[in-house]
Antibody
Framework: EVQLVESGGGLVKPGGSLRLSCVVS????????MNWVRQAPGKGLEWVSF????????YYADSVKGRFTISRDNARNSLYLHMNSLRAEDTALYYC?????????????WGQGTQVTVTS | SYVLTQPPSVSVAPGQTARITCGGD??????VHWYQQKPGQAPVQVVY???DRPSGIPGRFSGSNSGNTATLTISTVAAGDEADYYC???????????FGTGTKVTVL
């Protein structure tokens, strides 16, 4: 069974940092590209960041570029999102999602999300 | 930036057909995926590559894509279909993934 489990969320002050983790099981992690997607309270889905299988290709949404860093450890079946200079507008539920081998493949499995709240 | 526009809400009586549109510039040239999200739950894909269904998704869910509009159709709507629905594409010109604005489906 494919599973994705996020952790690392919490309450942080503006300007602070957090590192989110997503541990996966039930599939060969190194064969899949991965995304982080977030959802602010009462709002829609917003793509955050993409990482290719070998970390050769990395993309960010304009809203987080320069502040967030995505990474992965294929040996540990883990995906990460390092978030710096956090702002109130970064408050959201953060999901990791499995994408296929191609950029335009669907997000076929999602975790349950980890909540990030940025407030003074 | 590339924008995908959906109607905020669609209301449909049980047993009827719901159609949710997703508008985007030349979206017909892209692969469109659709997700269902029920309250308090993670999204679940219901249609991928415009019109294919993942295993386990009922045949009542179908999709089409042409020109500037993609459409998710839910036939014989049931109370359990009440949810938010999002379209999504990969925009290669900007190397960005884009989600639609989302549509809340209400079963009357």
């Amino acid at each position: 069974e494919v599973q994705l489990v996020e952790s690392g969320g919490g309450l942080v002050k503006p300007g602070g940092s957090l590192r989110l983790s997503c541990v996966v099981s039930g599939f060969k992690f190194s064969s899949y590209t991965m995304n982080w997607v977030r959802q602010a309270p009462g709002k829609g889905l917003e793509w955050v960041s993409f990482i290719s299988t070998s970390s050769s290709y990395i993309y960010y949404a304009d809203s987080v570029k320069g502040r967030f860093t995505i990474s992965r450890d294929n040996a540990r079946n883990s995906l990460y999102l390092h978030m710096n200079s956090l702002r109130a507008e970064d408050t959201a539920l953060y999901y990791c999602a499995r994408v296929g081998s191609g950029y335009d493949d669907p997000h076929d499995h999602w975790g349950q999300g980890t909540q990030v709240t940025v407030t003074s | 930036s590339y924008v995908l526009t959906q109607p905020p809400s669609v209301s449909v009586a049980p047993g009827q057909t719901a159609r949710i549109t997703c508008g985007g510039d030349d979206i017909g040239s892209k692969s469109v995926h659709w997700y269902q999200q029920k309250p308090g739950q993670a999204p679940v894909q219901v249609v991928y590559d415009d019109s294919d269904r993942p295993s386990g998704i009922p045949g009542r869910f179908s999709g089409s894509n042409s020109g500037n509009t993609a459409t998710l159709t839910i036939s014989t709507v049931a109370a359990g279909d009440e949810a938010d629905y999002y379209c999504q594409v990969w925009h290669s010109r900007s190397d960005h993934y884009v989600f639609g604005t989302g549509t809340k489906v209400t079963v009357l």
